[in-house]
Nanobody, 120 residues
Framework: QVQLVESGGGLVQAGGSLRLSCAAS????????MGWYRQAPGKQREWVVG???????MYADSVQGRFTISRDNAKNTVYLQMNSLKPEDTGVYFC??????????????WGQGTQVTVSS
């Protein structure tokens, strides 16, 4: 069974930085794309950033220029470097992966989430 495990969340002051990691393991044939979503208290989950198998990246307007996603294909791991953090970045960050478990099945998988808190 596929498992995604996030790490790296914590408490930082505004203007600070954090680096999140997401490691995928289990019955993985190949990974097509991975990314991050976040959910602030009382709000719906929103998409933040994604990276495709070809290395193409996309960012939400709210984090463009401040966040950077990268990957280590050998480790089935993605990273999210978050700089110049703002209080509005606070929330639970969830890792998402679109991957094949066999030749035919391409589905979405989710991690448990890691808390990011930015104080003013």
């Amino acid at each position: 069974q596929v498992q995604l495990v996030e790490s790296g969340g914590g408490l930082v002051q505004a203007g600070g930085s954090l680096r999140l990691s997401c490691a995928a393991s289990g019955s993985i044939a190949s990974i097509n794309a991975m990314g991050w979503y976040r959910q602030a208290p009382g709000k719906q989950r929103e998409w933040v950033v994604g990276i495709t198998s070809a290395g193409m990246t996309m960012y939400a307007d709210s984090v463009q220029g401040r966040f950077t996603i990268s990957r280590d294909n050998a480790k089935n791991t993605v990273y999210l470097q978050m700089n110049s953090l703002k209080p509005e970045d606070t929330g639970v960050y969830f890792c998402n992966a679109q991957l094949y478990t066999d030749r035919f099945s391409n589905r979405d998988y989710w991690g448990q989430g890691t808390q990011v808190t930015v104080s003013s």
